[in-house]
T-cell receptor, first 112, second 115 residues
Framework: QQQVKQSPQSLIVQKGGISIINCAYE??????FPWYQQFPGKGPALLIA?????SEKKEGRFTISFNKSAKQFSLHIMDSQPGDSATYFCAATLGRDYKLSFGAGTTVTVRA | GAVVSQHPSWVICKSGTSVKIECRSL??????MFWYRQFPKQSLMLMATSNEGSKATYEQGVEKDKFLINHASLTLSTLTVTSAHPEDSSFYIC???????????FGPGTRLTVT
């Protein structure tokens, strides 16, 4: 049973546009929500993360929006660049064991 | 900082042989390491959690006798795929967690092909 549902499966955006990826979770005990970026043939790299006591976090062109009541969180990539073309995974974890529950992933393609 | 390495980056082996994959945290001590496998165009699937000096905890459906995990020190964990078969061909990724950093950092992955 997938504990974190991610959508869309893939998206194409023009250079300079905004990419939006959405995730929803069921377990209200989750207390840490990271996003990972993965390029083909490489391991995932931590992009940005948020805790449920914060509704938004921004780092450069990447922003996480968190809605605790709706049990949803999303990643916004502003001013998308061709170098952002990758697969993005949302995840959630419980503080006591740190095991990550991953979403299914979203392949983002940025067209120049 | 927070660099995790894996060795080898890719390996080809014959069916029936065993393969060992190393995962090292280079600049921090990892109290816990995780092993994942990833099939093409799919998400990461957690295989097991290893804590230094204790037995690994395997996820449901993962054969502990086939995927041997040893976490010998705070900077090294190994995954041995025993009696490998073609269906074990996959991308294996480790991650390391340090309580002081509150983050999980992933290795670059190991591509295993069993012929």
């Amino acid at each position: 049973q997938q504990q974190v549902k991610q959508s869309p499966q893939s998206l194409i955006v023009q250079k300079g546009g905004i990419s939006i990826i959405n995730c929803a979770y069921e377990n209200t005990a989750f207390d840490y929500f990271p996003w990972y970026q993965q390029f083909p043939g490489k391991g995932p790299a931590l992009l940005i993360a948020i805790r449920p006591d914060v509704s938004e976090k921004k780092e450069g062109r990447f922003t996480i929006s968190f809605n605790k009541s709706a049990k949803q969180f999303s990643l916004h990539i502003m001013d998308s660049q061709p170098g952002d073309s990758a697969t993005y995974f949302c995840a959630a974890t419980l503080g006591r064991d740190y095991k990550l529950s991953f979403g299914a992933g979203t392949t983002v393609t940025v067209r120049a | 900082g927070a660099v995790v390495s894996q060795h080898p980056s890719w390996v080809i082996c014959k069916s029936g042989t065993s393969v060992k994959i190393e995962c090292r945290s280079l600049d921090f001590q990892a109290t816990t390491m995780f092993w994942y496998r990833q099939f093409p165009k799919q998400s990461l699937m957690l295989m097991a959690t290893s804590n230094e000096g204790s037995k690994a905890t395997y996820e449901q459906g993962v054969e502990k006798d086939k995927f041997l995990i040893n976490h010998a020190s705070l900077t090294l964990s190994t995954l041995t795929v025993t009696s490998a078969h073609p269906e074990d061909s996959s991308f294996y990724i480790c991650s390391a967690f340090a309580g002081t950093l509150h983050e999980q950092y992933f290795g670059p992955g190991t591509r295993l092909t069993v012929t």
